[in-house]
């Protein structure tokens, strides 16, 4: 309900469409014909609530509002001169309009983001309003020894470096864009190596990320 504040008495020349309450304020009511929003909020004089388009909250991203695709399917994109690419999980009932969590399952050794998704099984649990991206890594030589994994930031020692944080961060920008999501709940969680990264984006990535859980994972 929006609220105008009233110094002392109210005074006579209070519009009409509006009432004063015990507090000395005075509170706006809808214009005559129109229904009353069920958050309580006074709609626009002229603006039929039934037609109006939705208003994104204000930790909704960017692509709130336009039509992207759902299903399962990856999705490649370049980041530090290299191609990576991540699996995507959106439901069909998937709502442009509305802001969804976002959950990052991230694969352990000599894995990948497609067979991680049936790992983790997270999506057996899911509710309405909730997306699951899958990322891959790299394979890399570790100090003598060849495998898919992660740097896990810069104090990592023969394990370290930065390229996939940076990775995380075009990942998930092109997520934004591309899909309604809430920037307050997206989450991580990874198994093994990956649960290793994700305790590795909850300290370096902590401004982004609302939870991470580490399963089967070492220190990093």
Known sequence: MNL?????????????????????????QPAPGLPRPSDGSTPASGTDPATAAPTAPVNATSGCGSSSETGQFYQSISSGGKNRQYYVSIPAGY??????ALYVGVHGRDYDGIRMRDYLSLERHAQANENFI???????????????????????????GMEDLAFFDDMLAKVRSDYCVDSNR??????????????????????????SVGVAANDP
């Open 95 to 100: 709502n442009p309009n509305v802001a969804a």
């Open 186 to 211: 997206i989450f991580v969680t990874g198994q093994s190596w990956g649960g290793d990264f994700s305790l590795v984006l909850a300290c370096y990535r902590g401004n982004t990320f609302r939870a």
């Open 134 to 160: 899958y990322p891959d890594g790299l394979r890399r030589d570790w100090g003598g020894s060849s495998a898919i994994g992660w740097q896990n930031g810069p104090m990592g020692s023969i394990y370290g």
């Open 4 to 28: 105008v504040q009233s110094s002392g008495a109210l005074a006579s020349t209070v519009p009409p469409d509006a009432t004063a309450n015990d507090t000395g304020n005075t509170a706006t």
